[in-house]
Antibody, heavy 116, light 113 residues
């Protein structure tokens, strides 16, 4: 069955970096784009952008240009999200989601807490 | 950016009730090339990741109970739950994928009356 398994919770200080992974199984990784969604504590969903898993080309929403990087380890069927120069407002759960018809399979979420 | 407005923000319901929630977009989501509305609905239960319910405004995802019904076109969309069950208590989000950025509504929270 289709599964997206994300890395574990992270506790970071402001200014540090974090890398979140999303390992896919149960389908051909390069056949489906991977999207990323942010959910701050107690808040709604915010679309961050996506990465073409065949070409590696990322597309970012405006609010996520600059400090956010989507990347791939295609041989490992893994998509990554790296956030640099972390700020308190980056505290959130980050979801990866496969784009089939729409976001038809989601990871369990990776929690990032930024606190001094 | 297309703004998605969901109402109500929360709704208290009893099991067996019919529930409707609204999602309005600031621009039409109807693509003239294929006459499809690029609107999806997701359900998120507490502590879980979102789950796809409906895509293209009215197509139910495989395995989703038929009590979930999506309707609407253009800028006005509705998610109806024909007879709410206890397991349907959750947050519901609409999302447009007509144009970047693929914006979500703020959500409708279904609570127990």
């Amino acid at each position: 069955q289709i599964q997206l398994v994300q890395s574990g919770p992270e506790l970071k200080k402001p200014g540090e970096s974090v890398k979140i992974s999303c390992k896919a199984s149960g389908y051909t990784f390069t056949d489906y784009a991977m999207h990323w969604v942010k959910q701050a504590p107690g808040k709604g969903l915010k679309w961050m952008g996506w990465i073409n898993t065949y070409t590696g080309k990322p597309t970012y929403a405006d609010d996520f240009k600059g400090r956010f990087v989507f990347s791939l380890e295609a041989s490992a069927s893994t998509a990554n999200l790296q956030i640099s120069n972390l700020k308190n407002e980056d505290t959130a759960t980050y979801f990866c989601a496969r784009w089939g018809r729409v976001m038809d399979a989601w990871g369990q979420g990776a929690s990032v807490t930024v606190s001094s | 950016d297309i703004v998605m407005t969901q109402t109500p923000s929360s709704q208290a319901v009893s099991a067996g009730e019919k529930v409707t929630m609204s999602c309005k977009s600031s621009q039409s989501l109807l693509y003239s090339g294929d006459q499809k509305n690029y609107l999806a609905w997701y359900q998120q239960k507490p502590g879980q990741s979102p789950k796809l319910l409906i895509y293209l405004a009215s197509t139910r995802e495989s395995g989703v109970p038929d009590r979930f019904i999506g309707s609407g076109s253009g800028t006005d969309f509705t998610l109806t739950i024909s007879s709410v069950q206890a397991e349907d208590l959750a947050d519901y989000y609409c999302q447009q994928h007509y144009s970047y950025p693929y914006t979500f509504g703020a959500g409708t929270k279904l609570e127990l009356k």
